[in-house]
């Protein structure tokens, strides 16, 4: 039975990640912030008794954090999700919030394995499109896996913007990420996934509707009663979560894959798209906002659809993201009594 540990175990896409690696047998080690956070993922999904446990890390960019729970794991792979999230308030400051915590944080993962993950045959990490752009119409590059962000450390501390911030950040993680791999030649392998938005049913932990995860509250906009019209495009390009924890399963032993980043997804994403997709959802029905009139965008990937076939992703259809995501979301609602 193959080991693997996932950090930020409570959060939107590592849920999914637990649930195949579950599936597929694999014993899994999930990192969260606080004990409770564990006891609320089984709370719910009782079904994975006996199948994980959980390690608490408060801090993931504390040196040597890592070092007992890579000495006593004897870990066969490792998928690092945990990173700083775009839609918290209190993340205000590019270096103190994004910077250090992303890029640290990643590098202590690193160094632990390498030193004390004497098992560890492959690492997959979350990285995202915005290693290589914000997403501005006017960047009207071919966008392929060897890209790279047009924005620096001093282009963030300058626009003292959340979303820079986050882009920023992960393009240097990135970098911090390879430039680990090329000096250090750690006995594993490591591949970072770089998908775009990510949307798709919510099965972790999720304790109040208005604060679900940023992508699933966005989705929920649509037919949650806030809105009159359908809102413009933040991105045109996304992937199903499902789809994406498929991903890093299989970068852990596709040959391709290994020492490697690459866009992944790439399907094509408006918001008149998903609404769309929700008239197929007869429990909406009078819920729905007024069709929007946007032009819909486009964005040019170069190799996306390469590496999908690169990893046997079959992507997943819009009714089947959305149309998935909203009975999820139907389903919360009926819990919570809304």
Known sequence: MPKT???????????QIIDQLIALGHFVVGSVRS??????????????????????????????????????????YVIHVAAP??????????????????????????????????????????????????????????LTSSEWLPLSISDAIAANHPYISYCVSKAETEKAIWKFVEEEKPDFSVSVLLPALI????????????????????????????????????FPSYIDV??????????????????????????????????????TVPELKGRLLKDSVEVPRKVVFGDVEEWNEKLGLKLRSAEETFGDAARKILELEKKFGA
């Open 199 to 234: 949307f798709g049913p919510a099965i972790q932990p999720v304790k109040d509707l208005k604060k679900i995860n940023y992508s699933t509250d966005r989705f929920y906009d649509l037919f949650s009663g806030g809105l009159e019209v359908v809102p413009p495009t933040s």
């Open 242 to 279: 499902r789809d994406l924890a498929t991903a890093h399963i299989r970068a852990l032993t596709v040959p391709e894959a290994a020492n490697k980043r690459f866009l992944v997804g790439g399907k094509i994403f408006y918001s008149q798209l998903a609404a769309d997709a929700l008239k």
């Open 5 to 15: 540990l996932i950090t930020g175990a409570n959060s939107f896409v590592a849920a």
């Open 35 to 76: 004990s409770p956070k564990g006891d609320e993922i089984l709370a719910t999904h009782p079904e994975y008794a006996g199948k994980i446990s959980f390690v608490t890390v408060s801090d993931y960019a504390k040196k040597g954090v890592w070092e007992d729970i890579m000495k006593e794991g004897e870990f066969d």
């Open 85 to 142: 999230l775009l839609d918290d308030p209190r993340l205000s400051d590019f270096e103190r919030d994004f910077l250090a915590p992303s890029v640290d944080g990643a590098l202590e993962l690193l160094k632990s394995a390498k030193e004390y993950g004497k098992s560890i045959k492959a690492i997959a990490v979350t990285g995202s499109v915005n290693s290589i752009t914000t997403g501005d119409p006017s960047d009207t590059r071919v």
